[in-house]
């Protein structure tokens, strides 16, 4: 069986879900991982216990992730409880402030998961750059190589 990395995201305005596409491009560099993008509404249970790596995109919300990803997180916490130790996982945020809120409240709540973060986040401030747009190819390409080649 193959590894694989799930990319789960939400997106209003359409920042976050560029900033996906570039994580997918990057991830879809490796041959070794296959790589799922889902919208977090869309992505459940059965993906989350699917996968051996997880991406997850938020815009930061009034300093908080987005009401939609923290939908997935509640959705899949009970029902994956206890069956995701140890799953590597990084984040992406797009900020209007500095999105440190965000990343605080999802990194609580993967802590509760027993998730390991295995990248720092990439945070775009304000518009998406291009600059950003290659941190984001970046960390896609940094998590699926590390998954396929079991470094995590």
Known sequence: ????????????????????EAVLSG??????TETTLLRAADAGVDDLLGCHGLLLGTPENFGYMSGMMKDFLDRTYYPAEGRTVGLPYALFVSAGNDG????R??????????????AEPVIARGPITAE???LCRELGTTLAAGIGYGVY
Do not use: P
């Not at 991830?27 to 070794?32: K, L, Q, S």
């Open 1 to 20: 069986m193959g590894k694989r990395l799930l990319i789960v995201y939400h997106t209003q305005t359409g920042n976050t879900g560029r900033m996906a």
């Open 27 to 32: 991830a879809r560099a490796i041959d070794e």
């Open 100 to 103: 440190r809120g965000a990343i």
């Open 105 to 118: 409240e999802i990194d609580r709540i993967a802590l509760g998961y027993g998730w390991k973060k295995v």
């Open 132 to 134: 950003g747009l290659v």
